[in-house]
């Protein structure tokens, strides 16, 4: 059958058989949900697993800044120049 020779009727009659789910059409849905819930898990769980990861290096991070001692700041060529030309004791 052509796409030009069907009349109304046959397309009323496709489309409600298209509209009543089969029995195969529950199994389906049942499969195809089940995978979703799967893949929306295992995107949760990797999206906990890189955020206790960040937290954990951001600890680390704070940490190591907080007990490691200050450096010592070495003079200025600037403030040696105005030490020299100065003196000593100013």
């Given amino acids: 059958m052509n796409k030009h ?6 397309l009323d009659a496709l489309f409600t058989q298209v509209r009543e789910p089969g029995g195969d059409a529950d199994g389906v ?3 195809v949900l089940a995978a979703h819930r799967a893949r929306q898990g295992h995107a949760r769980h990797v999206r906990a697993g ?3 990861a960040l937290l954990a290096s951001a ?3 704070t940490g190591v800044a907080v007990l490691k001692p200050a450096p010592v700041l070495p003079s200025s060529a600037a403030y040696a120049a105005y030490e ?3 003196g000593d004791g100013w």
Wanted: aromatic share 12%; glycine share 0%.
């Fill in 5 to 10: 020779d069907w009349t109304d009727a046959d």
């Fill in 29 to 31: 849905a049942d499969r």
């Fill in 50 to 52: 890189w955020v206790s």
């Fill in 59 to 61: 600890a680390v991070l």
């Fill in 84 to 86: 020299s030309a100065v």
